[in-house]
Nanobody
Framework: QVRLEESEGGSVQTGGSLRLSCQAS????????MGWFRQAPGKAREGVAN???????YYLDSVKGRFTISQDSAKNIVYLQMNSLTPEDTAMYYC??????????????????????WGKGTLVTVSS
């Protein structure tokens, strides 16, 4: 079992920045892929960014150059640094993790029920 707990989100103005963190606990040895998904009101969930255990990263096109995912493997923490935020980034952000035979470069395309572990979510609001 793996538990994921996100830090508090927040409310910022357009152009602002925010960093989210996800603390993983439990048996994390085989959770090779960790990342972030988000869901805006009335929209489908979408993958935002993920990171492989070797440090390889993958991003949703709309956040490339603005968001950075990183990890502290020793502490089992994954971060999402979000810069140049816009109202379109407003959403519930969910930490997620999978392991086993998952192909990490495809992690962001997984359906909700294909992801092994989920955090409860944290709200990010960006105002104009």
């Amino acid at each position: 079992q793996v538990r994921l707990e996100e830090s508090e989100g927040g409310s910022v103005q357009t152009g602002g920045s925010l960093r989210l963190s996800c603390q993983a606990s439990g048996y994390t040895a085989n959770t090779n892929c960790m990342g972030w998904f988000r869901q805006a009101p009335g929209k489908a969930r979408e993958g935002v960014a993920n990171i492989y255990s070797d440090g390889s990263t993958y991003y949703l096109d709309s956040v490339k150059g603005r968001f950075t995912i990183s990890q502290d493997s020793a502490k089992n923490i994954v971060y999402l640094q979000m810069n140049s935020l816009t109202p379109e980034d407003t959403a519930m952000y969910y930490c997620a993790a999978s392991g086993g035979s998952v192909y990490c470069p495809s992690f962001l395309h997984l359906r909700t029920d294909e992801v092994d572990y989920w955090g409860k979510g944290t709200l990010v609001t960006v105002s104009s």
